[in-house]
């Protein structure tokens, strides 16, 4: 787009102050609102060069247009505009957990079996596109013939890739979002593909964990690691590709995708995607994924969204609205775990899903480096050692014995592959691989990899010395030239196919972000809990795409083994799926309430859920996770479908919150076309009816209020509660009947009894006569007496 002078283009996203469509429901206001939108950039730009990419008008009414900074100046001046953001980047932030969560015995045995568990409900996902070829998508694999979900409307684009009858009646929708990344140049067809299919993996994981068939068996590298299901495995999948391999992804796209699938009547929409800075403005939830999701919840539709990988620190937080679920990662207690056996006894823990060496056998360790054809190879390439290439070696010295290759930045980085050293060691009739750690390697946690042939990568530089000292050790030279006459180290490596279920899970991930929520971008605390809660995110089994590049590892495998938040929020995503199944008519924010107030404290051997606080040996650093960490606890499927009690919340609550923010009048009125003096008295963020309470600043003393509405039966509750360090809390009453239907106001009183500028943490407990249980996490950071 070049106006005749060197002037940068960019993309902006520019809102209109009349309101969305989503607000008024008619077809005839889209139509004029593109007009609307069309006319005006003609009479702003008079005669100059500009490129329109979406017109918005369901969710926020608006447009994205590619323009210079003085266009966009322009473009701000008009009446008519609310406001105009530079576009900026996102990026993308499972087999055993459904047993892990007790799924079979509970939350689906309520909902008929998993043969119907989620069913009719339509879970939109904003990522990387997805595998329409994946066994886990399919909609012929059961007795039971899918329903078609009569209030989803979405289409199926058809491309190369994605040819007609890639849709059916399990993934009811496919479409992608690219403008903004083709107009920066830097979209790459032959990896990214103009197309809903899934060239990075990312999307076809996540949409499989959340709702991926029941029973596919999972078989990577020629090995079975069991069956794999999504949490809700017969809910249907709409999908809205604004992510791609090559870059990640931008708002603007993004937001496209978000529009679309409230319009196509999506239940939930699950984000594995996270902004790569923190929003500047007045306030961090006036960006416009925060504002079109806002949208989106008025419409009815639950919104989860991954917490981001960006932890341990406080304040890492990427997910910053009471609207939208926040979802942190948890392990749960699977792990494969396989050792390689010294000579002098020494048994060394390492990863690899790899068979083991016959059992009763020690094997000769042979050195990649003391292996070569001839000297002058070490000399040329010093990374030789990370036996990339079988032709640098002497395959007589390797055959039938134990190869030890190096594993380098260069592994991290995609320059030398594991898939590559295996071919080598294979060739070369070696016995099996052992991969130490180059000592610069520090902090990288290794994700299990599947080997076809024995092997094992040792991960922690320590452990590496020890392997190498022995190997260097044994070795027997000749005492003029030095060469080496005899190998004397020898091994045997035990497989690490087979899982072991006996870790303390679930513990907090050292890289799920944390609280406190960021309230502006001067870092000022919000009085608002995030996380909202934690969910199995670690070491997730789950389909992978033919052609997904994002790991080399699980290149051309149908399942792959990921970590991160990414793989948390759709697990909510789906459990929030088996809510809205039995309670189709719960608000997003009920649905959110029912899964945190029944979230669990524990961890599966009875005590308190820890969380990593350090990069390095992160199960060394690790202390007792507190509501930042962790929000209300590890989800529950099972209580989260009969919660009892629920606090909700409405669209005109988080309007009234908006509005209470200071100098929020013009900017919200930007966003939702309405005015702030339409709501005369605004709350302030402690007051939201959320299922927790967060005070970032206590001067003296502070009451606020929490309405329960009660959807079970009558039930007499009892109210206790454990008070913040250096605070007072009182809660009354302290007993309540309430009866079906009811609601039930509580308050709260706080009193501060030090001065104090650490963050302290309690709960209150209300305990139903019919077993219901509710837990209402409290923080509070600046204390003032």
Same mark, same amino acid.
């Given at each position: 787009a070049d106006s005749g002078s060197d002037a940068i283009t960019a993309v902006y996203i520019v809102s209109l102050k009349q309101a969305p469509a989503a607000h008024y429901f008619e077809e005839q206001l889209r139509r004029h609102n593109r007009h609307v939108h069309d006319s005006l950039l003609r009479r702003a730009l008079r005669g100059e060069k500009y490129l329109k990419l979406y017109s918005y008008h369901y969710l926020i009414n608006g447009f994205?247009?590619?323009?210079?900074?003085?266009?966009?100046?322009?473009?701000?001046?008009?009446?008519?505009?609310a406001n105009v953001v530079l576009d900026f980047s996102v990026r993308t932030a499972t087999t055993h957990t459904p047993q892990f969560l007790g799924l079979p015995k509970g939350a689906w045995s309520?909902?008929?079996?998993?043969?119907?568990?989620?069913?009719? =409900?339509?879970?939109?996902?904003?990522?990387?596109?997805?595998? $329409?070829?994946?066994?886990? &998508?399919?909609?012929? #694999?059961?007795?039971?013939?899918?329903?078609?979900?009569?209030?989803?409307?979405?289409?199926?684009?058809?491309t190369r890739e994605f040819p007609s009858g890639s849709c059916n009646r399990k993934l009811v929708g496919a479409r992608h979002f690219a403008a903004s990344a083709i107009t920066r140049g830097i979209f790459n067809s032959s990896q990214d593909y103009a197309s809903p299919f899934d060239g990075d993996g990312h999307g076809t994981h996540t949409a499989s964990?959340?709702?991926?068939?029941?029973?596919?068996?999972?078989?990577?590298?020629?090995?079975?690691?069991?069956?794999?299901?999504?949490?809700a495995p017969r809910s249907h999948i709409a999908v809205y590709k604004a992510l791609y391999k090559s870059f990640g992804g931008f708002a603007a796209d993004v937001v496209a995708g978000i529009d679309q699938a409230a319009q196509d009547g999506?239940?939930? =929409?699950?984000?594995?995607?996270?902004?790569?800075?923190?929003? $500047?403005?007045?306030?961090? &939830?006036?960006?416009? #994924?925060?504002?079109?999701?806002?949208?989106?919840?008025?419409?009815?539709?639950f919104v989860v969204q991954a917490a981001g990988n960006t932890g341990p620190s406080p304040k890492s937080m990427s997910s910053f609205s009471p609207w939208i679920f926040t979802v942190g990662a948890a392990s749960h207690d699977r792990a494969y775990a396989n050792s390689i056996i010294l000579g002098n006894n020494v048994t060394i823990p390492g990863v690899g899903l790899a068979p083991g060496t016959d059992t009763d056998q020690m094997y000769t360790l042979i050195s990649a480096v003391h292996a070569l054809c001839n000297e002058t190879i070490l000399a040329n390439d010093v990374y030789v050692g990370e036996c990339q290439d079988s032709s640098n070696f002497n395959e007589e010295l390797i055959q039938g014995n134990l190869l030890i290759c190096s594993y380098s930045i260069r592994f991290v980085l995609g320059l030398s592959t594991i898939k590559q050293a295996l071919e080598t060691a294979k060739n070369l009739s070696a016995a099996g691989v052992v991969f130490y750690m180059d000592p610069y390697v520090i902090g990288f946690q290794l994700n299990p990899t599947p080997l076809e042939i024995p092997g094992?990568?040792?991960?922690?530089?320590?452990?590496?010395?020890?392997?190498?000292q022995y190997y260097n050790s044994s070795l027997e030279r000749d005492g003029l030239s030095r060469k080496i006459v005899r190998f004397g180290a020898v091994a045997s490596i035990s497989g690490g196919l087979k899982a072991n279920y006996s870790i303390t899970a679930p513990k907090v991930m050292y890289y799920s972000a944390r609280g406190p929520d960021p309230e502006d971008s001067s870092l000022d605390d919000a009085d608002i809990m995030k996380p909202n809660l934690v969910a199995p995110g670690n070491l997730i089994w789950a389909a992978w795409s033919s052609l997904g590049t994002d790991s080399v590892e699980f290149q051309g495998e149908s399942f792959a083994m990921m970590s991160g938040t990414s793989m948390a929020a759709p697990h909510i995503a789906g459990l929030a799926a088996l809510i809205k199944q039995k309670f189709p008519h719960f608000s997003p924010a009920a649905v959110a309430s029912a899964l945190s107030t029944t979230a669990s404290l524990y961890d599966k051997s009875g005590g308190p859920i820890m969380a990593q606080r350090a990069y390095a040996n992160p199960d060394v650093n690790q202390s007792p996770a507190t509501p930042f960490d962790m929000g209300s606890g590890f989800v529950n499927a099972t209580a989260a479908l009969d919660p009892g009690l629920i606090l909700d919340s409405t669209y005109e609550d988080y309007m009234s919150f908006l509005c209470g923010i200071n100098g929020s009048g013009p900017v919200v009125l930007n966003y939702t076309g309405q005015n702030c003096w339409v709501y005369n008295s605004t709350i302030g963020s402690a007051d939201l009816n959320l299922p927790s309470i967060t005070i970032s600043r206590l001067q003296q003393s502070k009451t606020v209020e929490r309405t329960v509405t009660n959807i079970a039966g009558n039930e007499t509750y009892k109210v206790g509660w454990s008070a913040p360090y250096g605070v007072s809390v009182k809660v009354t009453p302290t007993r309540f009947f309430i009866g079906t239907g009811e609601k039930q106001i509580l308050t709260i009183m706080f009193?501060?009894?030090?001065?104090?500028?650490?963050?302290?943490?309690?709960?209150?407990?209300?305990f139903g006569d019919q077993g219901h249980k509710l837990n209402i996490p409290l923080s509070v950071i600046l204390k003032f007496s």
């Open positions: 994205a247009v590619l323009v210079t900074p003085e266009q966009a100046n322009k473009l701000s001046k008009r009446r008519e505009v309520q909902q008929g079996g998993y043969e119907t568990a989620g069913e009719g =409900i339509v879970i939109g996902f904003i990522d990387t596109g997805i595998d $329409p070829t994946h066994p886990s &998508f399919a909609d012929d #694999i059961s007795e039971h013939s899918y329903p078609v979900p009569a209030h989803f409307s979405g289409v199926c684009e058809v964990v959340a709702a991926g068939n029941h029973g596919i068996p999972v078989v990577v590298a020629g090995h079975h690691f069991g069956n794999a299901s999504g949490m999506v239940d939930i =929409i699950s984000l594995s995607i996270t902004p790569n800075r923190r929003p $500047p403005g007045i306030a961090t &939830f006036f960006n416009p #994924i925060d504002m079109a999701l806002l949208s989106a919840v008025k419409a009815g539709i094992i990568i040792i991960p922690s530089p320590d452990d590496s010395k020890i392997l190498l009193n501060a009894t030090m001065n104090n500028s650490v963050a302290s943490f309690g709960r209150i407990g209300l």
